[in-house]
């Protein structure tokens, strides 16, 4: 069984900072690409940044600048560092990971989510 274990998330004031944590357990073959998304109330889920297993990284346009995606193959962990978090940033923040599995293919997976909330 593969899991995907959020941490990190918590509550900030404007123009600080986080840093999420997202590690992949269970057996598994290999990990494509991983990324982070995050959903409002009242909103649709949307995409912050995604990175290859070469490490090639997309943002949406406004995390440009401000939050910055990694990962660590040999960890099986994405990080996503977030500064100058704004209120609008307040969200579910998840984790996702496309994943190959001996007998099972590839398939996407999503972690449970961490709140990230954001004071003025």
């Known amino acids: ?18 840093r999420l ?7 598994i073959f ?3 690409a991983m990324g982070w ?11 912050v940044a995604t990175i290859t297993s070469e490490g090639s990284a997309y943002y949406a346009d406004s995390m440009k600048g401000r939050f910055t995606i990694s990962r660590d193959n ?17 969200a579910v923040y998840y984790c996702n990971a496309v994943i190959r599995r001996v007998g099972f293919g590839r ?10 909330t954001v004071s003025s």
């Open 37 to 47: 998304y995050r959903q409002s109330p009242g909103k649709q889920r949307e995409l």
């Open 1 to 18: 069984q593969v899991q995907l274990v959020e941490s990190g998330g918590g509550l900030v004031q404007a123009g600080g900072s986080l």
């Open 74 to 90: 040999a960890q099986k962990t994405v990080y996503l560092e977030m500064n100058s978090l704004k209120p609008e940033d307040t």
């Open 107 to 116: 398939n996407n997976y999503w972690g449970q989510g961490t709140q990230v």
């Open 21 to 27: 944590s997202c590690s992949v357990s269970g057996t």
């Open 30 to 32: 290999s990990i494509d």
